[in-house]
């Protein structure tokens, strides 16, 4: 008796799933069609949108990583072509300090002028060189490299500046290397 009823009850089953499997037709109000219909259409036309605006926030995001690499690549195009200029300005110094004309205040003012023009150009790009020299020492913009007994000084000032420091923006882009007094012991 047993098998009979698993058999029946497999019976009905595979009839279950058959039925589940066959599609079922469904009777609707031709309103209620038409309705479905365009919510369907919606559906897609948004998905469609959907699509598109993916694709073209992937374009835009793949353009300004481009646009991105390149400025960075050319980023410093511009104060190098400012530099080109003080390199002819040092070629023509040193190829009036090996013509016959071995005038040296000529060739000392090429340099001055060339050091002047190096000046300007950094001035606008935005650099400029930190006051260190009877200033209180700072370590944000200088690095002791000596000590030096003073007792005209107060402590921490700067006696010697060793190696100029630079502010970029006002951001320390090198420090100042200086000699800073101490008391004597």
């Known amino acids: 008796m047993k098998f009979k ?3 029946e009850n497999n019976n009905k089953e595979n009839k279950k799933e058959e039925l589940q499997k066959e599609e079922k037709i469904v009777t609707l109000k031709e309103s209620e ?5 365009a919510d369907a259409e919606k559906v897609q036309e948004f998905r469609d949108k959907l699509l598109r605006a993916q694709a073209d926030f992937e374009n835009m995001r793949k ?3 481009k646009e991105k690499q390149d400025f960075v690549k050319f980023a410093n195009e511009e104060i190098i072509v400012e530099l080109l200029n003080i390199l002819d ?3 023509r110094t040193v190829e009036l300090e090996h013509s ?19 000046y300007d150009m950094l001035k606008i790009y935005g650099v400029k060189p930190i006051e260190s020299e009877g200033k209180i020492f700072n370590p944000h913009l200088h690095e002791a490299l000596m000590q030096v007994e003073n007792k005209d000084l107060p402590e921490h000032t700067i ?12 951001r320390v882009i090198r420090t100042s290397k200086v000699k800073v007094s101490k008391k004597s012991t």
């Open 63 to 65: 353009r300004l990583e």
């Open 100 to 118: 016959e004309h071995q005038d040296l205040t000529a060739f000392l003012k090429g340099v001055e002028m060339i050091l002047a023009h190096l």
């Open 33 to 37: 069609y038409l309705k479905l219909k």
């Open 89 to 91: 300005d040092l070629e």
């Open 5 to 7: 009823m698993s058999e």
């Open 159 to 170: 006696v010697e500046e060793l190696q100029k420091g630079y502010l970029l923006n006002d």
